[in-house]
């Protein structure tokens, strides 16, 4: 399974970004998609998660101004960011909670490599 993530870029303050990640491979079934984030000197966080369900979560921080979706026909998530701020600035990973085959009993976590975003005067 590889996820390849794109959309990652420099904009100034109050702007937007779009963020796709694809996944690609042996996927047997998607249970859940996400975004999370790392600024250099801290943890990485959740940003927002979608599940097969359409269900979503966001972090506090973004709510109201980041939107997840989600391709189920091109096993691609989406992140809408908006209304951006320079806290925003991190690298961002997209994750994918999903099953290879039909007997896999458990699904398994898998990572891109990372997009950079940058908020920045």
């Known amino acids: 399974v590889q996820l390849q993530a794109s959309g990652g870029g420099l904009v100034q303050p109050g702007g937007s970004l779009r963020l796709s990640c694809a996944a690609s491979?042996?996927?047997?079934?998607?249970?859940?998609m996400g975004w999370y984030r790392q600024a250099p000197g801290n943890q990485r966080e959740l940003v927002a998660a979608i599940t097969s369900g359409d269900s979503t979560n966001y972090a506090d921080s973004v709510k109201g101004r980041f939107t997840i979706s989600r391709d189920n026909a091109k096993n691609t998530v989406y992140l809408q960011m908006n209304s951006l701020k320079p806290e925003d600035t991190a690298v961002y990973y997209c994750?994918?909670?999903?099953?290879?085959?039909?007997?896999?009993?458990?699904?398994?976590?898998?990572w891109g490599k990372g997009t950079v975003v940058t908020v920045s005067s």
């Open positions: 491979g042996s996927i047997f079934s998607i249970n859940a």
């Open positions: 994750n994918v909670r999903l099953r290879s085959t039909w007997y896999q009993r458990n699904a398994m976590d898998y």
